[in-house]
């Protein structure tokens, strides 16, 4: 970007962020559909005189580079140089309770806490740019767009431009997760995935998809039909055979039920916000988290 670069001076202080977890895909809606979580990361962006300051505590504490290299730090940096903002310097505090590669989009929450915070240093609503920018990172919008805006978001492409819509959940939609101790990378179970697809499978997940958006914002009683998956969760199975193996036992049992984003987290959404007696889901902690409304925040720091 050229011309004249709006500095951030210390008037501007920082910026506090809070961004949501998110479950992609809901089945057959692979790269299209996501659902934000009740599950929050919280951000501090202090602008500082000079040089970069990373601490984080809690999820991925032990694990994630404390340097240029942060997931959070290159997505705002990428923002910020689109916005032509400088930042002298950065000290970025993170408070994590998302766990790190379980298909609960830690990565996606990543990004968009750093667009959101050069869009909030800018001065700036985030809008189609920051959606085509944290996708632009992330490579698919489902989880993105959940994080960015919340509640259902269907998410599609027009050539390079990643687009997304918002949806009303229904009320009745009360998500349970069930999270394994094992991580499984993205990037890694997306290699699992088969160029092509029978047209019988892609025609499923056509109904499926579509019968989604309905089951989630209209007619909870059609998720059991509405959740179910032949486009990835088949070949990504042998990343997580106990995962799929609840899935199916759950949707025996009559719970709607399928992979949480690229696994191995399990999404239930029981009629009532309970799971049946009798589902063997050791190995699995369970958690209730509510749907996510309002999507990522970015307040003042004051
Ligand atoms: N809050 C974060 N801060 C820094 N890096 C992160 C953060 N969240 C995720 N990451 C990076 O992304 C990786 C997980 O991404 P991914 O495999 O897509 O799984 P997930 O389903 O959790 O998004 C982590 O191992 C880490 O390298
Ligand atoms: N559509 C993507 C969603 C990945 O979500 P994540 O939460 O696992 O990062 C995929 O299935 O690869």
Redesign the pocket.
């Known amino acids: 970007m050229t011309g004249v670069r709006p500095a951030v001076t210390e008037v501007e202080v920082g910026v506090r962020v809070r961004v949501p977890?998110s479950t992609?895909n809901l089945g057959s809606g692979f790269d299209a559909l996501g659902m934000a979580l009740g599950l929050h990361?919280e951000?501090d962006f202090e602008v500082v005189p000079g040089g970069l300051e990373v601490v984080?505590g809690g999820?991925?504490a032990a694990?994630?580079?404390t340097d240029e290299r942060?997931?959070?730090?290159r997505a705002f940096r990428a923002a910020a140089d689109h916005l032509g903002l400088d930042v002298p310097g950065l000290r970025l505090t993170?408070r994590?309770a998302?766990?790190?590669?379980?298909?609960?989009?830690?990565?996606?929450?990543?990004i968009v806490?750093g667009v959101a915070a050069a869009h909030g240093l800018a001065g700036r609503e985030l809008d189609t740019t920051a959606l085509q920018l944290a996708a632009e990172f992330?490579g698919h919008a489902d989880?993105v767009a959940a994080s960015m805006f919340g509640g259902v978001v269907i998410a599609w492409t027009e050539g390079d431009r990643y687009r997304a819509v918002r949806v009303d959940p229904h009320p009745g939609v009360s998500p349970v997760v069930l999270v394994p101790a094992e991580?499984?990378?993205?990037?890694?179970?997306r290699g699992l995935l088969p160029p092509e697809v029978p047209h019988g499978d892609a025609a499923f997940a056509a109904s499926r998809s579509a019968l989604a958006v309905h089951a989630l914002s209209v007619d909870p009683s059609l998720l059991v039909s509405a959740l179910d998956d032949r486009l990835h969760e088949p070949y990504r199975e042998p990343a997580w055979p106990a995962t799929s193996r609840l899935v199916r036992a759950l949707r025996e049992a009559g719970v709607a039920a399928a992979v949480?984003?690229?696994?191995p987290?399990v999404l239930a959404l029981p009629v009532g916000g309970d799971l049946p007696p009798g589902v063997d889901r050791e190995g699995f902690e369970v958690r209730r988290v509510p749907v996510d409304l309002g999507g990522v925040c970015v307040a003042p720091l004051g």
């Open positions: 977890a992609a990361d951000l984080v999820e991925g694990d994630v580079p942060h997931l959070v730090v993170c994590n998302i766990p790190h590669a379980r298909g609960l989009g830690s990565s996606a929450a990543a806490a992330e989880n991580e499984s990378s993205t990037r890694t179970t949480s984003g690229a696994g987290t």
